[in-house]
């Protein structure tokens, strides 16, 4: 639940009844226009004719503008507060998709006392208000709708089933635990203080410390599934990169030419390999630069290679040997480019030319990272790992403050610690992130 703060806010909004369209403002079969709010029941029977049709069931009606003219034959659906998304009265009305019949109801929605249009992602900023989503749960949705891999799919619908909020639930409870074994210790002060409360504190800490390492050393395998695993695919310039790109992509992605050095910036094709979201980069070549334009190119490809999840190492018949720092790093790929030219050392050869070995270079790539998505934890974006980074730190120094004698300040730090893991799921400071979060949402969800 929001701190105090924000459920003020969160009563300010609760005044209007909201409505907007839940499907893409585009000619389709069918259109659905969702209402919340108090007057959301009164609006639909406004539009449908009363009476309110039984909780949940969609019935059949006509729609009729304030004149009694017919809009649109359409099925209706409430929900009553309390056990809806948002918690409030809810409506759907789930008419026929053309732009006409979509705008008029909602023309005639606007027109309605107490009515207005929904900001995007006001529905679900109301079902954070009122507790039915935590924060995290509200990333994990956001992530659904923008998931465009199974992969992502997957590991967004765990986040909006809640495993960020159990797994920090059982952390703040350990951390309760600790603290309130530690200020025993205070209370007691000037009294015989129980001896045995740093033994069963210690155990505390280091499993708490141990489980928020582990989960932090995971989370990024979680980011890059939201962002994308970047494959860069290096090598001496002319070797094959960009049309073994072009060959994945299956289009003319990439420049080919037979002049070196043609790549000078880093070209980026998505791709989902599998239901893992891949982005393949195409390296300018790593050589000697002859121009300071050049020398630019180049030195962005090294940094991102560098920064790549995973390189794709390529060396051909016809081409020279790699350069120093285009050879093969553990867990790298060694590819034979040109294979229709000539055999040689590779962990896959292929030939772009003769579309050999794509298959079988995707399906490498693929269980390379696979490996890394097993290791995955329950983390999904970069504001949930720093919060847990704070929480971490904060028990390295709580755990320092009691081994040197001074439990006030390691109860402070489990305190702030604490802090954090409410800040993860949104308990506290969503002030500073609702814009962000709710902000990336479409209109009507
Ligand atoms: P990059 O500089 O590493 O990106 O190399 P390119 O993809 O531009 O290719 C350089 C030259 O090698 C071009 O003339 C391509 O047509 C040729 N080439 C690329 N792949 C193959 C291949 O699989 N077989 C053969 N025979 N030629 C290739």
Known sequence: ???????????????????????????????????????????????????????????????????????????????????????????????????????????????????????????????????????????????????ETSGQRRQALRMLSGAVSRQCEGWRALLLQARALIELTIDWADEEVPEDVERRVKPILERLMREMSGELSRAGAAERMRTGFEVAIVGPPNVGKSSLLNAIAGREAAIVSEVAGTTRDVIEVRFDLGGLPVVFLDTAGLRVARDTVEQMGIDRARQRAAAADLRLVLRSPDTGECPDNALPRNGDISVWAKSDLGQGDGEVAVSARDNLGIEELLETVRMRLGGKISRSGVLGNARQRIALERSRRDLDFAAAALAAGEPEVAAEHLRLAEESLERLVGRIGVEDVLGEVFGSFCLGK
């Open 1 to 147: 639940m929001p701190e105090d703060g924000s459920r003020a806010a969160a009563i300010s909004i609760r005044a209007d009844t909201i409505f907007a369209p839940a499907t893409e403002a585009e000619r389709a079969a069918i259109a659905i226009i969702r209402l919340s709010g108090p007057e959301a029941h009164g609006a639909l029977c406004a539009l449908a004719g009363a009476p309110l049709p039984p909780w949940r069931q969609l019935v059949r009606r006509a729609l009729r503008g304030p004149d009694g003219e017919l809009i649109d034959h359409a099925m209706v659906v409430v929900f009553p507060a309390g056990a809806s998304y948002t918690g409030e009265a809810m409506g759907e009305i789930h008419c026929h998709g053309g732009n006409a019949v979509v705008s008029d109801v909602l023309a005639c929605l606007a027109d309605l006392p107490g009515c207005r249009l929904a900001e995007p992602g006001e529905f679900t900023q109301r079902a954070f208000f009122d507790g039915r989503l935590d924060l995290s749960e509200v990333e994990g949705l956001a992530d659904l709708i923008a998931a």
